[in-house]
């Protein structure tokens, strides 16, 4: 008999994983900012990014539109583009985010567009408190929490309309794939929409997707080493050589190569899951 995965357990797992690769574990021992040189850089990809039309974008306008005097927490909300998109439409917004550094340039950025009616608290999900809304929205925030139950029932509890979460839905023939296959026997590597969805079926919800059709820009890496360390890196490997032949040829077969950088292949996209509570 096939062996049934526990979703909820994986989604542990992998969000453990994420967080030791990144170092977020360590800083937040140390009681350190995991974003705090990282902020402004974070918000130029963001800019960069919205600079091509996204149709989860235009479904949370219109979603906010047809609710009057709509009001939001933004779970996450980093460096404000979403608290900043979705203020024209609400009564208010509830910006909540844990890093002084994020909430520094989310504060510059409200001010730029003159915006008053978004609230910028500290704190994380799904340890803080807040009053209802009619809906709960969180863009790639959940990644860090290995409660993913917790999480979502936490955005339940205080949404009279609708949660929104926004994750990131790599292909299933990506490198990193393919890599973790090879070490896990299963294709991620780290939390993301396929496990959330799965997930969130595990909990007894039955979501809608919204599949976003472009696929997010490359990487790049400095050279085929460069690359090979950041398999290592995500999958925690660093100590360990037993792969490396396997990776490099993977590195091998699917990357480019162009004005001196190694291009890794277009392999994500975004998927918003949605329900009403």
Not at 42 to 69: C, G, N, Y
Not at 96 to 109: G, R
Not at 225 to 253: N, P, Q, V, W
Request: with cysteine.
């Amino acid at each position: 008999m096939e062996k049934v995965t526990d979703w909820l357990a994986l989604w542990e797992t992998l969000s453990d994983l994420q967080n030791r690769s990144w170092g977020y574990t360590k800083k937040k021992v140390e009681g350190k900012d995991a974003w705090k040189d990282r902020a402004r850089q974070f918000h130029e990809m963001v800019k960069k990014r919205w600079e091509r039309p996204d149709s989860s974008r235009d479904f949370i306008v219109a979603s906010l539109q047809q609710t009057p005097d709509a009001t939001v927490i933004d779970i996450g909300a980093g460096t404000g583009s979403w608290s900043v998109l979705m203020a024209p439409h609400a009564t208010g917004v509830t910006a909540l985010e844990p890093s002084d550094a994020m909430q520094e340039v989310l504060a510059e950025n409200l001010a730029s567009f003159q915006i008053a009616n978004v609230t910028i608290r500290g704190g994380e999900w799904p340890d803080t408190d807040v009053a209802p809304h009619d809906f709960a929205f969180a863009s790639h925030s959940m990644y860090g929490c290995r409660d993913f139950k917790a999480f979502v029932e936490k955005m339940i509890e205080v949404s009279r309309k609708r949660c929104f979460l926004l994750l990131r839905a790599p292909l299933p023939d990506s490198i990193m794939a393919d890599a973790a296959r090879r070490v896990w026997g299963q294709p991620h590597d780290s939390p993301n929409f396929q496990i959330a969805f799965n997930a969130l079926l595990q909990m007894g919800i039955f979501p809608n997707v919204l599949m976003e059709s472009g696929l997010w820009d490359p990487w790049t890496s400095s050279s085929m080493a460069d690359a090979l360390s950041e398999i290592k890196r995500r999958l925690c490997l660093t100590e360990d050589s037993s792969h490396d032949d396997y990776f490099m040829g993977l590195l091998k077969e699917k990357m480019t190569e162009d004005s001196g950088q190694v291009i890794w292949p277009r392999e994500t996209r975004s998927a918003m899951v949605y329900w009403d509570v």
